[in-house]
Nanobody, 127 residues
């Protein structure tokens, strides 16, 4: 089960930190963030590799890499997305999911996911 939170209304240039509380064997799974703007398909934002250690690999959709940072806290079964310098085009519902890490290179816009989608959290950036 996945529960996203932390969204809200923010002015352009502002920041938000999204959280995703997960149940189950969270440390074992690579996790990712996705977003869906109104009227558009859900697209990949960022992913972080799984494992018990503190060092994880990350992947980003290229245009977002300089502004977004994905992280995880396995002790809290929580995934995060720090978003800085937000732009109106970042407005979307943001979702988290367990990700098939091996699918990212071949499916960079839509990596394979494993879990049912949660409700997401709305991010609205005003100009």
């Amino acid at each position: 089960q996945l529960e996203e939170s932390g969204g809200g209304l923010v002015q352009a240039g502002g920041s938000l930190r999204l959280s995703c509380a997960a149940s189950g064997r969270f440390p074992n799974y690579a996790m990712g963030w996705f977003r869906q703007a109104l009227g558009k398909e859900r697209t990949f934002v960022a992913a972080i590799s799984g494992g018990e250690g503190d060092v994880h690999d990350t992947r980003y959709r290229d245009p977002l890499k300089d502004r977004f940072t994905i992280s995880r806290d396995n002790t809290k079964n929580t995934l995060y997305l720090q978003m800085n310098n937000l732009k109106p085009e970042d407005t979307a519902v943001y979702y988290c999911n367990a990700v098939d890490w091996s699918s990212i290179p071949t499916r960079p816009e839509k990596p394979r996911t494993f879990a049912s989608w949660g409700q997401g959290t709305q991010v609205t950036v005003s100009s």
